[in-house]
C-alpha cells in the first residue's frame, strides 16, 4: 500500500530554515504528481508547493513564492521541501500528497494519497 512519511519538521525561529523530507513507498514514485500541503491554524488546508513526474514543472502558493523550494529525488523516492526566510504564518502541519493518473501536477489537483504530516512551529 501506498505510504508517505514525512519528517523534518519541527520549532525554529523566524528567519530560520527547514527542509522536510517525505519518503514514498508503495508505488511507483517516478510517475506520480508530488506535493506539499499544510494546514495552518485557523484557516484551511492549503497547497503549498507541487512538483512533476521528471521535475520539469513546480507550482507553488503565492504566499511561499521565494521562500520555499520544492523538489524530489526519483532515485530516493524522496520528496523535499525547502523552506528558507520562515514566518509565523507558516507555522503548521505540512502534508506529503501524491496522485498517479493524467492531469497536470498542480496546486489544484485532486491528491488521493496523504501522509500524516509533520509539525512546523515558528516562533517570533
Known amino acids: 500500500q501506498v505510504q508517505l512519511v514525512e519528517s523534518g519538521g519541527g520549532p525554529v525561529q523566524a528567519g530560520g530554515s527547514l527542509r522536510l523530507s517525505c519518503a514514498a513507498s508503495?508505488?511507483?514514485?517516478?510517475?506520480?504528481?508530488m506535493g506539499w500541503f499544510r494546514q495552518t491554524p485557523g484557516k484551511e488546508r492549503e497547497g503549498v508547493a507541487t512538483?512533476?513526474?521528471?521535475?520539469?514543472?513546480?507550482d507553488s502558493s503565492d504566499s511561499v513564492k521565494g521562500r520555499f523550494t520544492i523538489s524530489r529525488d526519483n532515485e530516493k523516492n524522496t520528496l523535499y521541501l525547502q523552506m528558507n526566510s520562515l514566518k509565523p504564518e507558516d507555522t503548521g502541519m505540512y502534508y506529503c500528497?501524491?496522485?498517479?493518473?493524467?492531469?497536470?501536477?498542480?496546486?489544484?489537483?485532486?491528491?488521493?494519497?496523504w501522509g500524516h504530516g509533520t509539525q512546523v512551529t515558528v516562533s517570533s
Open positions: 512538483i512533476s513526474v521528471g521535475s520539469i514543472s513546480t
Open positions: 500528497v501524491a496522485d498517479i493518473g493524467w492531469g497536470a501536477c498542480s496546486l489544484v489537483r485532486h491528491y488521493k494519497y
Open positions: 508503495g508505488y511507483r514514485f517516478s510517475s506520480a504528481c
